[in-house]
């Protein structure tokens, strides 16, 4: 049995609790059995199916029920895709007899991993390594009949203010024939603020973001997995640096083709126009594999038939 340690909310975004509820159905189909856990101040739950926007981050890690949720149900497996949790953690939960699945892509580096699902890490005899592109935990591919159209996509969990004027203002002066969608998350009517042009829309995401990938030309992001994703839909990716760790990982997608061109945070428009122009040509050829989500589940399946903690 799987417990799956992970977090969310609009602040840190979505996209671990989708990870590993894209690894949670692939393990599904294997009939291993697996749980999200979920604290409150007064007791916790494990839950098979998470909604979309509750909220699994709390600020303190509650270790004590944890435990008590890794005895009671006897969890034999803990995948962690949640930055909170470090070696200390890690110590405890193995000292439980449990084996550790790290999803997070930089802090991966103590003995108590036995596996690791990090394309940026180098393999080793311990942890075993999971680093491929084709291995990625992403959303299942999904064919859409449909062409491209010069659309730029736009899509952050916390925009800055002048982060999207600088969008708008380059495709206004330069790029009048195309158009702008901005993707966002959140309830709140945050794009309400800037100016209205017939060229440009504010959507709220409701559903899968890869129909939008499949008919844009263009995506402007912060970088990460959503690269990955619209990637296989042949989108030119521009990221706009907002932190270093993003950094880390957007220059290894710009050497595998993945990203074509990475701005920082304090990016004018005129620079903006100027990638536009340089990559509009460019033939997006890099596909990731459409099943490497399953590909993930199939080595995480043999690891554990290995080591004996699972029977076929």
Same mark, same amino acid.
């Given at each position: 049995?799987?417990?799956?340690?992970?977090?969310?909310?609009?602040?840190?975004? $979505?996209?671990?609790?989708k990870?590993?509820h894209?690894?949670?159905?692939e393990?599904?189909?294997?009939?291993?059995?697996? $749980?999200?856990?979920k604290?409150?101040?007064?007791?916790?739950t494990?839950e098979?199916?998470?909604?979309?926007?509750?909220?699994?981050?709390?600020?303190?890690?509650?270790?004590?029920?944890?435990?008590?949720?890794i005895?009671?149900?006897?969890?034999?497996?803990?995948?962690?895709?949640?930055?909170?949790?470090?070696?200390?953690?890690?110590?405890?939960?193995?000292?439980l007899?449990?084996?550790i699945?790290?999803?997070?892509?930089?802090?991966?580096?103590?003995? $108590?991993?036995d596996?690791?699902?990090? %394309?940026?890490?180098k393999?080793?005899?311990k942890p075993?390594?999971?680093?491929?592109?084709?291995?990625?935990i992403?959303?299942?591919?999904?064919?859409?009949?449909?062409?491209?159209?010069?659309?730029?996509?736009?899509y952050? %969990?916390n925009?800055?203010?002048?982060?999207?004027n600088?969008?708008?203002?380059?495709?206004?002066?330069?790029?009048?024939?195309?158009?702008? %969608?901005?993707?966002?998350?959140?309830?709140?009517?945050y794009f309400?603020?800037?100016?209205?042009?017939?060229?440009?829309?504010?959507?709220?995401?409701?559903?899968?973001? #890869?129909?939008y990938?499949?008919?844009?030309?263009?995506?402007?992001?912060?970088?990460g997995?959503?690269?990955?994703?619209?990637?296989?839909?042949?989108?030119?990716?521009?990221v706009?640096?907002?932190?270093?760790?993003?950094?880390?990982?957007?220059?290894?997608?710009?050497?595998?083709?993945?990203?074509?061109?990475?701005?920082?945070?304090?990016?004018?428009y005129?620079?903006?126009?100027?990638?536009?122009?340089?990559i509009?040509?460019?033939?997006?050829?890099?596909i990731?594999?459409?099943?490497?989500?399953?590909?993930?589940?199939?080595?995480?399946?043999? $690891?554990?038939?290995?080591?004996?903690?699972?029977? #076929?």
């Amino acid at each position: 049995m799987i417990l799956f340690l992970t977090s969310c909310n609009n602040k840190i975004g $979505y996209g671990h609790l989708k990870r590993c509820h894209y690894l949670k159905r692939e393990l599904d189909k294997k009939k291993i059995k697996s $749980y999200f856990f979920k604290s409150n101040k007064n007791k916790y739950t494990l839950e098979n199916n998470i909604k979309k926007n509750c909220n699994l981050n709390n600020n303190k890690i509650d270790l004590f029920k944890i435990k008590k949720a890794i005895n009671k149900k006897n969890i034999k497996i803990i995948i962690i895709d949640d930055y909170r949790y470090s070696e200390k953690h890690r110590k405890i939960f193995k000292r439980l007899g449990c084996l550790i699945i790290q999803l997070n892509y930089f802090y991966d580096t103590d003995k $108590y991993i036995d596996i690791c699902i990090n %394309y940026l890490k180098k393999k080793k005899n311990k942890p075993y390594v999971i680093n491929s592109l084709n291995d990625v935990i992403i959303s299942p591919y999904k064919k859409f009949n449909v062409r491209k159209r010069k659309i730029i996509l736009v899509y952050f %969990y916390n925009p800055k203010r002048d982060v999207i004027n600088n969008i708008i203002n380059s495709v206004n002066l330069d790029f009048k024939n195309y158009k702008i %969608y901005f993707l966002y998350n959140s309830n709140k009517n945050y794009f309400s603020k800037f100016k209205s042009f017939n060229n440009i829309k504010f959507l709220k995401l409701k559903n899968d973001i #890869s129909y939008y990938f499949a008919i844009s030309e263009f995506l402007i992001s912060a970088g990460g997995l959503t690269c990955i994703e619209s990637s296989r839909y042949k989108v030119k990716n521009i990221v706009i640096n907002l932190n270093k760790k993003n950094l880390i990982n957007s220059k290894f997608l710009k050497k595998k083709k993945i990203i074509h061109y990475i701005l920082s945070k304090k990016f004018s428009y005129r620079m903006l126009s100027g990638v536009f122009k340089k990559i509009v040509k460019i033939k997006n050829e890099k596909i990731i594999s459409f099943q490497s989500t399953e590909n993930v589940a199939n080595k995480i399946f043999e $690891y554990l038939k290995r080591s004996k903690l699972i029977i #076929s």
